[in-house]
T-cell receptor
Framework: ETGVTQSPTHLIKTRGQQVTLRCSSQ?????VSWYQQALGQGPQFIFQ???????GRGNFPPRFSGLQFPNYSSELNVNALELDDSALYLC????????????FGPGTRLTVL | AQSVTQLGSHVSVSEGALVLLRCNYSSSVPPYLFWYVQYPNQGLQLLLKYTSAATLVKGINGFEAEFKKSETSFHLTKPSAHMSDAAEYFC????????????FGTGTRLTIIP
C-alpha cells in the first residue's frame, strides 16, 4: 500500500509569483486535506477536497485554491506569493466515513524570498 | 469552535523518566482529540485518538493519554522515555472523527537527556 506522497520536497519562489504543490493520496482514499505549518507553529487547516469538490475551508484568502482530480490526487495553488506564505505545506488523505483517520504526507517546504 | 492549548513549548526529560505532555481543549461539542508526532523533516504520524469509547487511550510506541472532561484535558504520557521519542508533539481537536478539519496546538518539542 503506497502512502501519501507530495511533490516537490522543497521549493523557493519570490514574492508575487505563483506556486503549485501536488499530493497523491493513499490508495483507497477519496478525501484530501491541506494544512499550512509555519515555522514553530502547529498546522493550520487550509481546505479539504472530497470527490473533486471543496468540502470545507479554513481562514485563508482566495489566492489559496485547490483542485482534486478523478484519481483523488490534489493540487494546492497559491497566487501572488507573500513572504508569510513561507511554510511547510502538508496534505492528508482519508476516506469519508466514521472513524477514518487522516494520513499525512511528508510535506513541501516552500520558501518565499 | 474548537481549540487546544499545549502547555510548555519545550520539555526535557532524562532517558527512562516519565514523559508528560500537557494539552487542554475547548470545544462547544463533545470533542474528538488526537496526539500526533512529527520527526524532523517529516510529516505527522498519529500516536493515538480519543473518540469517546474509553477515557484512557493507548497508542503506539508506549504512549497513552487520558481524557478528563472535568479538567478539559488530554495529557500525553509515557512511563519511560527513550532517546527515539525526541520529536515535536501536537495535540489536535476535531468536531467529528475522520474528516472534519483538525485544529492543532502549537506543539511541544520533547528532548531526551541521555
Amino acid at each position: 500500500e503506497t502512502g501519501v506522497t507530495q511533490s516537490p520536497t522543497h521549493l523557493i519562489k519570490t514574492r508575487g509569483q505563483q506556486v503549485t504543490l501536488r499530493c497523491s493520496s493513499q490508495s483507497g482514499h477519496n478525501t484530501v486535506s491541506w494544512y499550512q505549518q509555519a515555522l514553530g507553529q502547529g498546522p493550520q487547516f487550509i481546505f479539504q477536497y472530497y470527490r473533486e469538490e471543496e468540502n470545507g475551508r479554513g481562514n485563508f484568502p482566495p489566492r489559496f485554491s485547490g483542485l482534486q482530480f478523478p484519481n483523488y490526487s490534489s493540487e494546492l495553488n497559491v497566487n501572488a506569493l507573500e513572504l508569510d506564505d513561507s511554510a511547510l505545506y502538508l496534505c492528508a488523505s482519508s476516506s469519508q466515513g466514521a472513524y477514518n483517520e487522516q494520513f499525512f504526507g511528508p510535506g513541501t517546504r516552500l520558501t518565499v524570498l | 469552535a474548537q481549540s487546544v492549548t499545549q502547555l510548555g513549548s519545550h520539555v526535557s526529560v532524562s532517558e527512562g523518566a516519565l514523559v508528560l505532555l500537557r494539552c487542554n481543549y475547548s470545544s462547544s461539542v463533545p470533542p474528538y482529540l488526537f496526539w500526533y508526532v512529527q520527526y524532523p523533516n517529516q510529516g505527522l504520524q498519529l500516536l493515538l485518538k480519543y473518540t469517546s469509547a474509553a477515557t484512557l487511550v493507548k497508542g503506539i510506541n508506549g504512549f497513552e493519554a487520558e481524557f478528563k472532561k472535568s479538567e478539559t484535558s488530554f495529557h500525553l504520557t509515557k512511563p519511560s522515555a527513550h532517546m527515539s521519542d525526541a520529536a515535536e508533539y501536537f495535540c489536535a481537536v476535531s468536531a467529528n472523527f475522520g474528516n472534519e478539519k483538525l485544529t492543532f496546538g502549537t506543539g511541544t518539542r520533547l528532548t531526551i537527556i541521555p
